[in-house]
């Protein structure tokens, strides 16, 4: 089975430029997840998606990131314009739920992430 | 007080000893837990998920999880140096699409 897929792996761009994140999910997990991971922290979640509408972006800057799941599949990250704090990985991570009785399961898997440097 | 916190850092253990790392997390409607190990410049890798109160033995690693005192720890026994990354607990909310909120990270270092 093929794991998350991101791209690009590395971003060097200066403060003001946009820049933009790909994430290919696992074939059939619904759910996406995009997060930010300073170094030293764990991730943070930016906003997740359920097919392709948005069910948590309350920890998304939104006067400047922006984020799609068009066809509910593939996802893109922006960040416009970028700023010297935004620099971190971002990773993308795929899940399906699965309900048992009154246990919901949803273990995320995350992709390799894309590490964004902003001078 | 934070989410989720983790037992400062580092920790260094030899070479076959046990490693214990500890979380707790301050939610106490959580209800999916889980473990990922991080090698560095990599993703986090999802290895233990603990959705019950009690432990969850995966080869040599355990969960054990205790929703009344809202604590949830990994064990790693016969710790070897491939073991050496930083662990990341992460707590599940209650809602059926609740966010993962993870901890900052335990490094643990395994000596020969």
């Known amino acids: 089975e093929a794991g998350v897929a991101q791209s690009p792996r590395y971003k060097i761009i200066e403060k003001r430029q946009s820049v933009a994140f790909w994430c290919n999910p696992i074939?059939?997990?619904?759910?996406l997840y995009w997060y930010q991971q300073i170094l030293g922290q764990g991730p943070k979640l930016l906003i997740q998606?359920?097919?392709?509408?948005?069910?948590?972006d309350s920890q998304l800057p939104k006067d400047r990131f922006s984020a799609e799941r068009l066809k509910g599949v593939d996802s893109t990250l922006k960040i416009q314009p970028a700023k010297l704090e935004d620099s971190a990985v971002y990773l993308c991570?795929?899940?399906?739920?699965?309900?048992?009785?009154?246990?919901?399961?949803?273990?995320?898997?995350f992709g390799p992430g894309t590490r964004l440097t902003v001078l | 007080q934070k989410e989720v916190e983790q037992n400062s850092g580092p920790l260094s253990v030899p070479e076959g000893a046990i490693a214990s790392l500890n979380c707790t997390y301050s939610d106490r409607v959580s209800q999916s837990f889980f473990w990922y190990r991080q090698y560095s410049g990599k993703s986090p890798e999802l290895i233990m998920s603990?959705?019950?109160?009690g432990d969850k033995e995966d080869g040599r690693f355990t969960a054990q999880l205790n929703k009344a005192s809202q604590y949830v720890s990994l064990l790693i026994r016969d710790s070897q140096p491939s073991d050496s990354a930083t662990y990341l607990c992460a707590v599940k909310s209650g809602t059926s699409y609740g966010k993962l909120t993870f901890g900052q990270g335990t490094i643990l270092t395994v000596h020969p």
């Open positions: 991570a795929s899940s399906f739920l699965l309900t048992s009785g009154i246990t919901t399961y949803n273990e995320q898997f």
């Open positions: 603990i959705y019950s109160n």
């Open positions: 074939s059939g997990h619904a759910t």
């Open positions: 998606f359920q097919n392709n509408g948005v069910v948590d």
